[in-house]
C-alpha cells in the first residue's frame, strides 16, 4: 500500500507540471486498473485447480479494501476529466487526498518501510515495494478473469509498461525497463497465453535482479537471488533450471497470500 500510494502521489508529482496527453491515458489506464483489480484477499485455503485458486475469503473493511474504493473514486473522476483535459499536479494531488479522506486514509504515509526495508535508506524501500505490488497485482488480474476465455495478458502489461514508462522517476530503471519489455525481451512476443500476465512480470524481474546482483545498488545484507529460491519452492528449479509449471503454481499460492495491512511475508521480500 505506501508503494502504490507513493507511486500515484508521488511519482507523479515529478512527471512534471500537467498531466495531458498519452500521460493522462497511461495515468487513467493505471488507475483504472488498480480500482479494477487491486488484490484485497488473502488465500486462507491454498488448494489449487488447475491455475485457479479457490476458497479466498474476503476482508470487508480491510485497508486494501479501502485502498481499491479509492482507487474507484479516482478512476471516475480521471474518466470525467475526459480524454483532452489538462490536469495540473495539485488537480491530482487535491482529488486523490479527498478520496484518501473518504475512505479512511488507508494509506501508510508515515510509517516506515517494514519488510522492504533496506540495510540503510538507499536500499529496496520503494523499489521492492512496487514490485510487490505489481506481482500481486497481475496474479490478481489473472484469477479475476481465469474463466474468461477472452481474457489476454497483453493490455495489462502495456498498461503497466506505459505507467513505467510516463511516471517512474528513476530514469536509468525506466530507461532498462522499457528496453527490456520492447526490445530484449519483448511483451509483445511473449506474452500469448493468459497466465503470461503474471510470469511474464515474474520472468522480467528475475532478469532484472540478475542484472544488478553485484551492482551498488544490492543490499549487501538482501543479495538479489533468482526468484523463488530453493528454500521457499524446492521443486520449482532443478540445477538452476526452473520449472515453469511448478514456479506457476507457487506464484499464485504466494502472491494471493496479501496481509490485512497490505505487508508479505518477510521471507517473500528479501530477494526483492
Known amino acids: 500500500?505506501?508503494?502504490i500510494r507513493y507511486s500515484l502521489f508521488r511519482e507523479v508529482a515529478f512527471a512534471g507540471d500537467v498531466i495531458s496527453g498519452p500521460k493522462l491515458t497511461a495515468l487513467a489506464d493505471f488507475v483504472n486498473l488498480l480500482a479494477n483489480h487491486y488484490p484485497t484477499a488473502r488465500t486462507?485455503?491454498?488448494?489449487?485447480v488447475g491455475d485457479a485458486v479457490v476458497g479466498n475469503v474476503?476482508?470487508?473493511g480491510s485497508r486494501?479494501?479501502?485502498?481499491?474504493a479509492v482507487f474507484g473514486?479516482?478512476?471516475?473522476?480521471?474518466?470525467?476529466?475526459?480524454t483532452d483535459a489538462r490536469l495540473s499536479i495539485s488537480d491530482w494531488q487535491n482529488e486523490f487526498m479527498a478520496a484518501e479522506r473518504r475512505h479512511g486514509s488507508p494509506f501508510p504515509v508515515t510509517a516506515k518501510w517494514q519488510h522492504c526495508r533496506g540495510s540503510s535508506d538507499k536500499f529496496r524501500g520503494f523499489t521492492c515495494g512496487i514490485w510487490t505490488s505489481l506481482h500481486a497485482l497481475t496474479v490478481r488480474v489473472y484469477l479475476d478473469n481465469v474463466a474468461d476465455n477472452n481474457f489476454t495478458a497483453l493490455p495489462v502489461l502495456k498498461t503497466i509498461r506505459n505507467w513505467v514508462d510516463h511516471f517512474f522517476s528513476c530514469r536509468e530503471c525506466r530507461g532498462h525497463f522499457i528496453?527490456?519489455?520492447?526490445?530484449l525481451y519483448s511483451m509483445e512476443s511473449k506474452a500469448k497465453q493468459p497466465h503470461d500476465v503474471f510470469m511474464y512480470m515474474w520472468k522480467v524481474h528475475n532478469t532484472v535482479n540478475a542484472r544488478l546482483k553485484g551492482s551498488d545498488t544490492e543490499d549487501p545484507q538482501y543479495p538479489k537471488y533468482q526468484f523463488p529460491?530453493?528454500?521457499?519452492?524446492?521443486q520449482c528449479s532443478k540445477d538452476g533450471i526452473f520449472d515453469e509449471y511448478q514456479v506457476r503454481q507457487f506464484l499464485l499460492r504466494y502472491y494471493t497470500d496479501v496481509k490485512r495491512d497490505g505487508v508479505f511475508a518477510q521471507e517473500t521480500l528479501k530477494f526483492l
Open 44 to 48: 486462507d485455503e491454498r488448494q489449487l
Open 64 to 68: 486494501g479494501e479501502q485502498a481499491k
Open 229 to 234: 529460491a530453493p528454500f521457499l519452492c524446492p
Open 73 to 82: 473514486d479516482l478512476s471516475d473522476w480521471l474518466i470525467a476529466q475526459g
Open 58 to 60: 474476503r476482508l470487508n
Open 179 to 183: 528496453l527490456l519489455t520492447t526490445k
Open 1 to 3: 500500500l505506501k508503494a
